[in-house]
Structure formats: structure tokens, C-alpha cells
């Protein structure tokens, strides 16, 4: 089956810099890596998500990439604020209208002021 | 405000109780997913279900018993739990298709086995 390796497992950057989470995925059939944030207390919230035909997706302060070849995708927050503060998991999943969402192992943000 | 609603948020339980934890989700999506997620790890799958079928289920304990009665609707009904099952339990729901499979979950249900 799937697995999906996610580092680091914790980070902490001062609030403007930037953070990078880097992922890497074992099944070359997964087609589609979303990016969750979960709060303290809540469910993951999807937050940005990529398909497997693009390389590189932004939206406001936060853009992933994805290399298919090398089986890795990346999330990166720019100007980062302190609700920016949780923890994040990266996930894959193949095609397919039941498939199964494997996460990586999460991590924890810590953006200081 | 999530559009996948979990009830109850919180729930307290001993080992001899029957409960159940419900879940509903009005975007039309065929594809519902039950969670379990302990503290500092990821959610791990436990079943899914496709156009109410039960399509996955990834080995979990018969003390775990999940229905879906419609398409907006899935519940898991809890029965001889042990303490070790105390856990944040999440429901998602899913696009499907053959492009990619959109989850969105719920806020989840906290469930505690004494």
C-alpha cells in the first residue's frame, strides 16, 4: 500500500519568515496530494491540494509542488503569521471514487512573534 | 462552519455501554469515510463506504460496527470498547471521480473509554 513519509515533524519560524514541509510518497499510481491544517480540537481542514499532470500550485501565501519523478511534493507558507500556527499533514490518494487518503505524520508549526 | 456534522463532539463511555457516533453530509458527494486519530498522530483510516456499500475495511475490531443508511448519512455504532479506543474519531465525505477524491472532514467526535 501507500506510504507517505512527511518531514520535519516539528518547526518553528519567526512570524515573516517562511516555512517549507517537505513529503515524499511510495506508489507511483497516487494522482492527487492534498495539503490539511488541523487546529487543536477541530478536523483537518483542506487547505491547498495538488493533481498529479501539475507541477506547482499557489494561492495567496501558500504554493505546493510536486515532482512525479522523484515521488515528492512540498507545501510553502510565505510571510507566515502566528494563526498559522498548527499542525499539517500532507496525503495521497489514487483515482477512484472511494479511495483511500493516506496521511503522512504530521507537522507542527510553531510561528513566534 | 464545516459541512460535514458530527454528533456528538464529546462522548464518555464505559466498557460495557452500547453508543453511537453520527455523521451527516449534504454536498451530494457517494463516498463517506470514518477516521481514528490518537493524540500526535495522523488520522487512520478505519472503513469507507461507497454509494452505501461498505467498499474498505482496514481490519478494524468487530467491537466497531459502522452503517450508512443513505447517502447523507453514516453512523458507527460502539459496543464493548476498550480504554485503548479512546480517540478523536473523524467522518469525511468525498468527490470521488476519477481525477481526484476531495475529502472534506468533520469537526470529530472525542470519544472516551473508561
Known amino acids: 500500500g501507500e506510504n507517505v513519509e512527511q518531514h520535519p515533524s516539528t518547526l518553528s519560524v519567526q512570524e515573516g519568515d517562511s516555512a517549507v514541509i517537505k513529503c515524499t510518497y511510495s506508489?507511483?499510481?497516487?494522482?492527487?496530494f492534498p495539503w490539511y491544517k488541523q487546529e487543536l480540537g477541530k478536523g483537518p481542514q483542506l487547505i491547498i491540494d495538488?493533481?498529479?499532470?501539475?507541477g506547482e500550485k499557489k494561492d495567496q501565501r501558500i504554493a505546493v509542488t510536486l515532482n512525479k519523478t522523484a515521488k515528492h511534493f512540498s507545501l510553502h507558507i510565505t510571510e507566515t503569521q502566528p494563526e498559522d500556527s498548527a499542525v499539517y499533514f500532507c496525503a495521497a490518494s489514487k483515482p477512484g471514487t472511494a479511495s483511500k487518503l493516506t496521511f503522512g505524520t504530521g507537522t507542527r508549526l510553531q510561528v513566534t512573534l | 462552519d464545516t459541512e460535514v456534522t458530527q454528533t456528538p463532539k464529546h462522548l464518555v463511555m464505559g466498557m460495557t455501554n452500547k453508543k453511537s457516533l453520527k455523521c451527516e453530509q449534504h454536498m451530494g458527494h457517494r463516498a463517506m469515510y470514518w477516521y481514528k486519530q490518537k493524540a500526535k498522530k495522523p488520522p487512520e483510516l478505519m472503513f469507507v463506504y461507497s454509494y452505501e456499500k461498505l467498499s474498505i475495511n482496514e481490519s478494524v475490531p468487530s467491537r466497531f460496527s459502522p452503517e450508512c443508511p443513505n447517502s447523507s448519512l453514516l453512523n458507527l455504532h460502539l459496543h464493548a470498547l476498550q480504554p485503548e479506543d479512546s480517540a478523536l474519531y473523524l467522518c469525511?465525505?468525498?468527490?470521488?471521480?476519477?481525477?481526484?477524491?476531495?475529502?472534506?472532514f468533520g469537526a470529530g467526535s472525542r470519544l472516551t473509554v473508561l
Open positions: 506508489d507511483s499510481a497516487s494522482n492527487y
Open positions: 469525511a465525505s468525498g468527490t470521488g471521480g476519477s481525477g481526484a477524491n476531495v475529502l472534506t
Open positions: 495538488i493533481r498529479s499532470n501539475v
